[in-house]
Nanobody, 125 residues
Framework: QVQLVESGGGLVQPGGSLRLSCALS????????IGWFRQAPGREREGVSC????????TYTDSVKGRFTISRDNAKNTVYLQMNSLKPEDTGVYYC??????????????????WGQGTQVTVSS
């Protein structure tokens, strides 16, 4: 059974940094692409970043390009999202999710099958 647990969220001032972690259990990360999503109050959940199964391709939504970096450590079964130069509009609950087993690419949101419980990120002075 796939389980994902996010951590690393918190309250940070504008311009600050946070590193989110997503620990995968029950399966081996080697066989999964993995994505980060966020949901702000009153808004739909949106894709933030994704890294393919091989790690060769990393994608970012336009609003975080140049500020966020996704990485994966298969030995630790963990994916990270380094978030720098944070802005108030980055506030939300951040989730990690995986699509079905052994899919190389990052699919659209509706195809992700397993989700974590989320971690709150608040950017405010």
């Amino acid at each position: 059974q796939v389980q994902l647990v996010e951590s690393g969220g918190g309250l940070v001032q504008p311009g600050g940094s946070l590193r989110l972690s997503c620990a995968l259990s029950g399966v081996t990360l080697d066989y999964y692409a993995i994505g980060w999503f966020r949901q702000a109050p009153g808004r739909e959940r949106e894709g933030v970043s994704c890294i393919t199964l091989s790690g060769r391709i990393r994608t970012y939504t336009d609003s975080v390009k140049g500020r966020f970096t996704i990485s994966r450590d298969n030995a630790k079964n963990t994916v990270y999202l380094q978030m720098n130069s944070l802005k108030p509009e980055d506030t939300g609950v951040y989730y990690c999710a995986v699509p079905p087993y052994n899919i190389e690419y990052c699919p659209s949101r509706e195809l992700y099958t397993n989700w974590g419980q989320g971690t709150q990120v608040t950017v405010s002075s």
